[in-house]
């Protein structure tokens, strides 16, 4: 006998059928995990094409003179390609950037020992000064930051491509912090005024991304920043992951 009903309750023998009450309790923990938007392989897509609105800008909003595009190709991938020119007043590369522009909610909490797994690709394996960040609800602005919410954000770089082939870049959420520099766009810099900017360690907790933050995701942010030259990087996916799994794909 499997189990006995009483008062509207199921009862379950353990000791008559421990097999059963182990596969009832997998079922459970299985759909709270997909409750969770947990999935077998331990990702989940947050950026895909056509995907939301993107908007390209540069410095020259800071008197600088760099200049970039982006593009969605045939609604699979993003295109963000440029010239990163120096500020003159700053003495220093500037910037370029594509921004999502729709609004959007999303939760990545589960993955906080995980990080975001990037599929990429460049024709200018060079071009060192790729970043991304992403913004989140009540992320602490960095020092001398213009813009209202803060943003977390790490650099990365991409090697040579060959025709077709994307590359899998793992960015752990500990690599990202939230004091970046606006001269460099990096955390181990310091700024003219002397103000040292922290990377995200134990000691400096508070500039790194927690579980709250993660639950709200507002905005992705792609970067050419910091490093003078041309670029271009094709993105096909941001995903949140538990492990830096490799994967490669083809464009047919």
Not at 39 to 54: C, E, V
Not at 88 to 115: I, K, N, Q
Not at 127 to 137: H, Q
Not at 169 to 195: E, N, Q, R, V
Request: with cysteine; proline share 4%; charged share 20%.
């Amino acid at each position: 006998q499997f189990g006995s009903f009483h008062s509207s309750v199921w009862i379950i023998s353990i000791a008559q059928e421990p097999t059963a009450m182990q596969s009832l309790l997998a079922f459970f923990l299985a759909f709270a995990a997909v409750a969770r938007g947990q999935i077998a392989q331990g990702k989940k897509t947050l950026i895909s094409f056509p995907g939301p609105k993107w908007l390209e800008n540069n410095d020259p909003i800071m008197g600088g003179q760099s200049n970039g595009n982006w593009s969605v190709i045939n609604n699979e991938f993003g295109r963000f390609q440029g010239t990163v020119k120096n500020v003159s007043f700053l003495h220093a590369p500037g910037f370029c950037r594509a921004v999502t522009t729709s609004p959007m909610m999303l939760d990545a909490s589960d993955y906080l020992d995980g990080g975001l797994l990037i599929a990429v690709r460049t024709t200018t394996p060079d071009y060192k000064g790729f970043r991304l960040s992403f913004g989140t609800v009540g992320a602490p602005r960095h020092h001398g930051g213009h813009e209202k919410e803060g943003s977390f954000k790490s650099g990365f770089t991409v090697g040579g491509s060959t025709p077709g082939q994307w590359q899998s870049i793992f960015l752990k959420f500990s690599d990202f912090s939230a004091d970046w520099s606006d001269y460099t766009g990096d955390c181990t810099t310091k700024d003219p005024d002397g103000y040292q900017h922290k990377c995200c360690t134990k000691a400096s907790s508070e500039v790194c991304p927690n579980e709250k933050y993660l639950e709200g995701i507002i905005s992705f942010n792609i970067w050419a920043e910091g490093v003078e030259g041309d670029f271009e990087l094709d993105i096909k996916e941001i995903a949140a992951t538990t492990t830096a799994e490799s994967i490669s794909m083809m464009v047919v």
